[in-house]
């Protein structure tokens, strides 16, 4: 079974750091696009990130801030978010691109994500 689960989200202030983990079972990442969305209430989900096996990308508003890692032995993708602001206020979801139809997120000029996991809250407080 495929699945993805997120973890180490919370309540960090402004300027603090966070590291997010994912988890993933029934496939292996290292074969596939993986990265991270996220979406803020009342506002749409933004694909801020996306590791490929030829290079990463990262939105504008978190580049310089936040890193993506991957662990193949662990079948692990991790989210290291430094500089923390108010406005990354968001539930952050791990996901994957496995070319499915449907739902997806589009994550920069190469990554479209098409299966994720329930997601992780992040407050920054000011």
């Known amino acids: 079974q495929v699945q993805l689960v997120e973890s180490g989200g919370g309540l960090v202030q402004s300027g603090g750091s966070l590291r997010l983990s994912c988890a993933a079972s029934?496939?292996?990442?290292?074969?596939?696009?993986i990265g991270w969305f996220r979406q803020a209430p009342g506002k749409e989900r933004e694909g801020f990130s996306c590791s490929r096996a030829s290079d990463t990308y990262y939105a504008d508003s978190v580049k310089g801030r936040f890193t993506i890692s991957r662990d193949n032995a662990k079948n692990s993708v991790y989210l290291q978010m430094n500089s923390l602001k108010p406005e990354d206020t968001a539930v952050y979801y791990c996901a994957v691109e496995f070319g499915l139809a449907g739902d997806t997120v589009v994550a920069g000029p190469a990554c479209e994500y098409d299966y994720w996991g329930q997601g992780t809250q992040v407050t920054v407080s000011s």
């Open positions: 029934g496939f292996s990442l290292q074969n596939y696009n």
